[in-house]
């Protein structure tokens, strides 16, 4: 198939009744800034790591958001802390400590 | 030995042997955290000249309070006063005990020597060491009562806000105000009975009744010695432990040693030899433009050395380095904050992969341009510099051109030390394969990263750097402007490499540079500093909005800096042109 550089994703289901959403709200607790999120995307295309691979901190913040966990931990030990993301940012997301914060919730969720 | 002997010196007694022992237990105690390096470096060098060098940093600070003095005269000479005096009233009282009693005699003769010795002639000159004697403690006064009036009323002192003490320091303070008015007046009560004062005891002694006199003597004398035994118990646990640590901290960075990645038993010292004088809360941002408090380098080294850290405090600072560099005592103030933020499991191996297939340039007598992440959000200064090494023909390798390895710097400030050395390996291996003999980075943060952190075998320059050594050897040449222009010092370059003439230099040849209030080391954080993970973007614009009306009270026609955090920052907020110092070249090259 052409690789347009996108594709469309299989349809999925979100079990609402089975999502911990003690995480997300622990996340917006820690970092307030993040609940001005509008998921534009700005994070991503200026992503350093993202020229390399195929890590997406737009998709990982909302599928956080959407306390679909999986993979995202794994996932976000690509970012390299660099700051691009925090200084492009158009609602003023502390996306540095967004990041930290979420490895530090989903870290702390996986050990227990 | 027994002539120099009455009850009301045990409290004193007490307190000196328990000082000294509880001194010597923390001191083994910390010299047992150092590591092998620090430990080796300490006997390499103990016996070294150095020792000369310290004793003298020793006078100078540790005594004299240079650096206090420096920043106001009357903070000076408080702190100087009741160092220096006290200093004076041991020694001084030591050689006089030492005139007038031949053979053998217990240690706190001096201390008490009025109250032993009453013959006014006792030695040859025994009437003038009488009045020196009064002439220090005099002197010592004077600071007590400037230290009282400093708690009442700071700003007198250019302190507008003072340091917030727990209990336990304020009743080992009082204590040590109490000592010398009471040393006073169990002296001039003494002078009362048996004429051996100075101007000033004798002066107090002569007012007195010879029957109250009589009846308060030892009363007086029993609380001088209780009010030194009680401090001196408490000293080792309060802040007053800085008055010995201070002088060995100045002689262990003599010898070499300095702060490490991890806590050691010199993060000890310096942590006990912060004398918690508040300066640097006037100075941090955060206080000043932000009002938090309890963030501030003097709380945050307390609340280590009483064991109660909190992380969102470790958190909580720009990085911006301005305590450390108004610090009277030189405290390495960021690396204790850096150690305390170390992330432990989150910091994991092997995270970065994907960067492991890039290869390197043959850039054998080439430059190797490093933008650095940011520089790519300012394409105006990677432009600039890219016309620069065109117009002088310098051959270059854009080492992040297309894909941006970072420096590792905001990873490893942030307490990921491990993922941070995974992206330094990277790009030192990088770097050393492709051969080329210097390094230029735009970024300010690389490029203290590159400085320090990495150990690379050729030059590395700043742009500031590197253009001003083109203009210098008349490679580049540039037109005079007639602008006026303020230059702002960006925290990493000024207060974190020391650049300053560099850029001022360069400026001075294209425009007319000014003034301004906050320079060099004194600059403020634009706020945008990468230091910070806690404060919203709010918080950061009225740290910016700060600096830049500093700046903008010159009325500028241009903000120049050398970094392109800071040109991002203040590019937004105001409708002064802001330029990077690279662009401003680049626009006036005589072609």
């Avoid at chain 2, 009488?130 to 700003?155: E, N, P, Q, T, W």
């Avoid at chain 2, 990677?382 to 905001?410: E, H, S």
């Amino acid at each position: 198939m052409t690789n347009f550089g996108f594709k469309i994703s299989n349809t999925r289901v979100i079990h609402l009744d089975e999502c911990k959403m003690e995480l997300v709200r622990k996340l917006y607790k820690e970092e307030p800034s993040f609940k001005r999120c509008i998921s534009c995307g700005a994070c991503a295309a200026t992503c350093s790591a993202r020229q390399f691979t195929d890590f997406n901190i737009r998709k990982l913040h909302t599928l956080f958001r959407r306390a679909q966990y999986e993979g995202v931990q794994q996932a976000l030990k690509a970012c390299m802390l660099c700051g691009k993301c925090t200084l492009v940012c158009p609602r003023g997301v502390n996306l540095r400590s967004l990041i930290i914060h979420m490895r530090k919730i989903l870290f702390e969720a996986n050990k227990k | 030995m027994s002539n120099y002997f009455s009850p009301f010196v045990l409290p004193f007694l007490i307190g000196v042997i328990a000082l000294i022992t509880i001194c010597i237990i923390k001191y083994i105690r910390w010299y047992k955290q150092f590591n092998r390096v620090q430990k080796t470096l300490l006997l390499k060098n103990i016996l070294s000249w150095k020792f000369l060098s310290a004793i003298w940093e020793t006078v100078w600070e540790a005594l004299f309070h240079r650096k206090v003095f420096k920043r106001n005269f009357l903070l000076g000479y408080m702190h100087s006063s009741i160092a220096l005096g006290w200093f004076l009233l041991i020694l001084v009282g030591a050689v006089e005990t030492e005139l007038a009693v031949n053979g053998p005699k217990p240690f706190w003769t001096g201390i008490f020597y009025r109250y032993f010795i009453h013959d006014p002639q006792a030695f040859k000159h025994a009437a003038f060491f009488a009045h020196l004697m009064d002439f220090i403690l005099l002197y010592v006064l004077s600071g007590v009562i400037l230290a009282y009036i400093k708690s009442i009323y700071s700003r007198l002192f250019g302190m507008k806000k003072t340091s917030k003490h727990v209990v336990f320091d304020r009743f080992t303070k009082f204590s040590l105000w109490l000592i010398f008015p009471l040393r006073l007046l169990s002296e001039s009560f003494t002078a009362t009975l048996y004429n051996n004062g100075g101007f000033l005891t004798q002066g107090l002694g002569d007012m007195i009744n010879y029957t109250v006199a009589d009846v308060l003597e030892i009363p007086a004398w029993t609380l001088y010695s209780f009010a030194l035994g009680t401090f001196f118990v408490a000293m080792p646990f309060s802040r007053y432990m800085h008055i010995f640590t201070e002088v060995i901290l100045i002689f262990l960075r003599k010898w070499g040693l300095s702060e490490n990645e991890q806590v050691s038993g010199f993060t000890m010292y310096e942590l006990s030899a912060c004398s918690r004088c508040g300066i640097c809360i006037d100075n941090c941002p955060l206080y000043k433009d932000l009002q938090l408090q309890g963030v501030q380098s003097i709380y945050f080294l307390r609340d280590l050395r009483y064991k109660r850290p909190k992380e969102e405090i470790a958190d909580n600072c720009l990085m911006c380095n301005r305590c450390m560099a108004e610090c009277p005592v030189g405290l390495d103030l960021m690396t204790i904050r850096r150690q305390m933020r170390n992330k432990k499991e989150l910091d994991t191996e092997s995270n970065y992969k994907y960067i492991d297939n890039l290869q390197a340039f043959n850039s054998i007598g080439r430059v190797v341009y490093f933008a650095g992440c940011m520089s790519h959000l300012t394409p105006g200064i990677v432009d600039a510099m890219l016309n620069i090494f065109d117009k002088v023909n310098q051959k270059y390798w854009f080492m992040d051109k297309d894909k941006t390895i970072c420096c590792g710097r905001p990873l490893w400030q942030q307490g990921f030390s491990i993922q941070a050395s995974e992206l330094r390996r990277k790009n030192t291996q990088l770097i050393k394969q492709s051969g080329a003999n210097m390094l230029v980075t735009s970024c300010p943060i690389c490029y203290q990263s590159f400085k320090k952190e990495y150990n690379l075998p050729i030059q590395v320059m700043h742009h500031t750097e590197y253009i001003h050594g083109l203009i210098k050897s008349g490679q580049l040449k540039v037109r005079k402007d007639d602008l006026k222009v303020v230059y702002h010092d960006p925290c990493e370059l000024g207060r974190g490499c020391g650049i300053y003439q560099a850029p001022r230099q360069i400026l001075k040849s294209i425009t007319t540079l000014l003034k301004t209030k906050n320079e060099k080391d004194k600059s403020l954080c634009c706020g945008y500093n990468l230091g910070n993970t806690v404060i919203s973007l709010e918080q950061q614009t009225k740290i910016r909005n700060a600096a830049m009306d500093s700046l903008l009270s010159k009325h500028p026609d241009l903000i120049v800096t050398a970094c392109p955090m800071c040109k991002k920052a203040f590019k937004r907020a105001t409708d002064c042109n802001v330029k990077d110092i690279a662009e401003l070249v680049k626009e006036n090259m005589i072609l």
